[in-house]
């Protein structure tokens, strides 16, 4: 096997310096309506997706049906005695395009409640696995178990007519959004409690109830909790959690494996997984420094250090924003009301003075600012949550509202089967050199 692998990465090396060379002669010539670059570099930039849920704007960073974080921390209902947004009334929003009363999120929130169950063998499904399995492998594998209850699957398979697939992706997806707090919980007990499970309470909101599930009573988690699920629950059609979800729908797949495939994609490092990687970064950050609040010039030495070695700062650059993220400066906000002498928020808070200058002395690096992911862990830490492997699962958890809602949107507009054109770099040499049509099938 070793000769096969030395003749593909012979091949691999020989094609990688050719592509480069070929993107810096004519990298902006246009293949039809984009450039030569694009098509080489993960599409970036391109134009092909209509998402009604949300939108990214590069300097006033995400919408939700127009309303920004602030707008919605403002206008969401809240749970009784809570300043946070209840998520319930985000997903109300994306879903129908209509900000929620206080009645609507109620209404929503007792359904939620009344489809929360999960059946055993999902239970049995999770048990079945390793205890040392990521959290992220357990919940993908309990998603793919409670694909028996799918109600699209089942009535697909009786002959289902075109104009009620909405109908059964739409009760699918409430069925899915109700029951992942408690599959999620039931993981994080399993990993991190030695099994004590919680059962849940049937009076809490759905995201309150979420960290009651997981073992969290304090009011200020439950609230962190309500921030957490709104602010981390869409981004627009591009990201990978999102398009998966999409793409695989388009398949009409149903909303559970749909869902199953997004959360593949979120659990890789270059997009979910990343909030897991922000606070590996700062324990290590710290114990290399030697404490628990090292100086903003101690912190500018070490993140020249890495990038140096050729490393990144995880939780810095956005590939479309060019401002700090808002659901940075949300998690912030949050921050200062709550623990602001928390001295591992305090080092996220000197990270964000330390780092910007020096990423923006890169000429390449065109948004320096931090995202979401840079800030999460440390709230979490803060309230006793330091399995950092988990926060995926909470990441993923919050995503199911806008993906799923944005797949009853798919079906409802009869969105197609999803089929991008794909070439060789043969092909665009071809064309390049203005001896073959690139455009065939």
């Known amino acids: 096997m070793g000769v096969i692998k030395e003749k593909f990465k012979e091949k691999a090396d020989k094609l990688s310096a050719e592509i480069k060379d070929m993107l810096k002669e004519h990298g902006t010539k246009k293949i039809g ?24 704007d590069a300097q006033d960073g995400i919408r939700f049906r127009g309303y920004s974080i602030p707008e ?11 300043n946070e947004p209840l998520p319930e ?34 239970f049995a499904s999770i ?4 205890i040392n399995a990521h959290p992220m492998t357990q919940f993908v594998v309990a998603i793919m178990a409670l694909q028996t209850e799918s109600l699209f699957a089942k009535n697909y398979a009786k002959g289902m007519n075109k104009k009620d697939y ?52 304090d009011e200020g988690f439950k609230e962190l909790m309500r921030l957490y699920m709104t602010i981390h629950a869409d981004h627009e059609g591009g990201n990978v959690s999102a398009h998966t ?12 494996l749909s869902f199953a495939a997004g959360m593949n994609g979120l659990a ?21 420094i030697g404490s628990d609040l090292p100086s903003k010039d101690q912190i500018a030495e ?47 808070w000197n990270v964000y003075d330390a780092v910007p200058p020096i990423l923006q002395s890169i000429a390449k690096i065109k948004n320096p600012w931090p995202n979401v992911d840079a800030h999460s862990g440390a709230l979490l830490v803060h309230y006793g949550m330091k399995e950092y492997e988990f926060y995926t699962v909470l990441f993923g958890v919050s995503r199911a509202l806008g993906v799923l809602a944005s797949l009853c949107w798919d079906r409802a507009l009869g969105m197609p089967l999803e089929r991008p054109k794909s070439v060789s770099t043969r092909l665009v040499k071809a064309w390049l050199e203005g001896k073959e049509e690139i455009w065939g099938d």
Do not use: C
């Open 72 to 82: 919605l921390q403002k206008q969401l209902p809240k749970a009784p005695g809570g």
């Open 89 to 122: 009334g985000l997903f109300y929003l994306m879903l129908v395009n209509e900000l929620p009363t206080e009645d609507d999120v109620q209404h929503l929130s007792s359904v939620l409640q009344r489809r929360s169950h999960v059946p055993n063998h999902v």
């Open 302 to 348: 070490y993140v020249k250090k890495t990038l140096s070695e050729g490393k990144v700062v995880p939780g810095y650059g956005h590939a479309v924003l060019r401002k700090t993220d808002p659901r940075f400066e949300a998690q912030m906000e949050f921050g200062k009301k709550h623990m602001p002498d928390d001295p591992l928020v305090q080092t996220v």
């Open 127 to 130: 048990e079945a696995l390793p």
């Open 166 to 217: 909405w109908e059964a992706t739409f009760d699918d997806a409430l069925d899915l959004i109700a029951r992942l707090p408690r599959i999620a919980a039931y993981i994080y007990r399993r990993k991190y409690k030695a099994g004590e499970h919680i059962q849940p309470n049937g009076l809490l909101d759905w995201a309150g109830n979420f960290a009651h599930m997981m073992g969290y009573e």
């Open 33 to 56: 309506e984009v450039n030569l670059s694009q098509i080489y570099q993960g599409m970036r930039g391109i134009t092909g997706l209509v998402t009604e849920t949300s939108l990214l």
């Open 268 to 288: 890789g490092p270059l997009h979910g997984l990343a909030n897991q990687e922000v606070i590996k970064w700062i324990f290590e950050l710290r114990e290399q």
């Open 245 to 256: 979800t999409h793409l695989v729908g388009s398949a009409l797949s149903d909303p559970y």
